[in-house]
């Protein structure tokens, strides 16, 4: 996922909380029309999640902010008998993610509302855990990784993605950037990069390398590996990549709904501009690392 709102310094975990549920239920409908799209781009971070896993038949599988499934659903096709349980803050997303296992004919996956502070499943309840771009946006994430570890079986595998350092993620700065510019803002915590709040939660909060294994090591966890995954996402065109942009991320859709239209078609034009300088072929392409 690449959007959240912003928060002050002084939220409380619950505060954040409750911000993400509403940020994430506004923006599910973007989700949801770009979930075709978002699969095949994230297809290879969804790839390495499962592999460091290790499913196996039988096996019971949490996967934490969902979203619109993944890499749950993709999970449960590859545990046999076993099953899936999706988790979300949101309950549009939730929506979508049962929608879309019910449309995948996938029987073994159930999304439920529910919050990475207090899961609702006793103590060493699965096999693994999995999470895609979901950790940066924990309200506590010390607390959180625990819990996570707590509903973990002994022996059992927790995978993790977030995004790398933002010099390495053009895709999501580019807008950010351009709105702090002409609009001589403070970036978004979830665009942007060393601007921010170091611990706010957003897209870069866990880029620097090694904070996710010190994060999981402080959890409890041993056995740590790290791999980096990178490729490139194309839109057809400057205008479907600000399309994307305004359905999705939402800090820019949140900073652009309060400008006046002048102003917001001046910031099209400067965003469209700057894509249109990653020209690959007809298409424009944008470099990626998590």
């Known amino acids: 996922r ?3 709102c912003q928060h002050s310094i002084m939220s409380t975990p619950e505060q954040i909380r409750e911000q993400q549920r509403a940020t994430w239920n506004k923006f599910s409908g973007g989700w949801d029309k770009w979930d075709s799209f978002v699969f095949n781009w994230l297809e290879p971070i969804g790839e390495k999640i499962l592999e460091l896993v290790r499913l196996r038949d039988g096996a019971l599988v949490l996967d934490v902010a969902t979203g619109t499934g993944e890499p749950g659903l993709s999970a449960a096709a590859r545990i046999g008998g076993g099953k899936v349980i999706g988790t979300d803050v949101a309950e549009e997303m939730v929506k979508i993610a049962n929608a879309n296992a019910k449309r995948k004919d996938v029987r073994n996956y159930e999304a439920r509302v529910a919050d990475t502070s207090h899961l609702p499943f006793a103590d060493a309840s699965f096999d693994a855990v999995t999470c895609r771009f979901g950790v940066m946006y924990f309200p ?7 819990e996570l570890v707590r509903v973990l ?3 059992g595998r927790i995978a993790l993605s977030a995004w790398a350092e933002p010099a390495k993620n053009p895709w999501a700065t580019t807008p950010s950037r ?3 510019e002409m609009l001589k803002s403070t970036p978004p915590p979830s665009t942007s990069s060393e601007q921010a709040l170091p611990d706010a939660p957003g897209v870069f909060r866990h880029a620097r390398p090694g904070v996710l294994a010190e994060l999981l090591g402080n959890a409890g966890l041993h056995d740590i590996e790290t791999a980096e ?3 490139q996402v194309t ?3 400057p205008e479907r990549y600000w399309e994307f942009v305004t359905d999705v991320i939402a800090p820019v859709a949140m900073a652009l709904s309060q400008v006046d239209q002048e102003t917001y078609e001046r910031v099209k034009a400067a965003v ?3 894509a249109a300088s990653r020209k690959a072929g007809n298409a424009i392409s ?5």
């Open 178 to 180: 351009i709105i702090q």
């Open 272 to 274: 469209t501009a700057a």
């Open 286 to 290: 944008f470099e990626w690392s998590s």
């Open 2 to 4: 690449a959007g959240m």
């Open 235 to 237: 839109f057809e065109s």
């Open 153 to 155: 079986k002994p022996g």
């Open 140 to 146: 506590d994430p010390p607390s959180d990784a625990q």
């Open 229 to 231: 995954v990178h490729g």
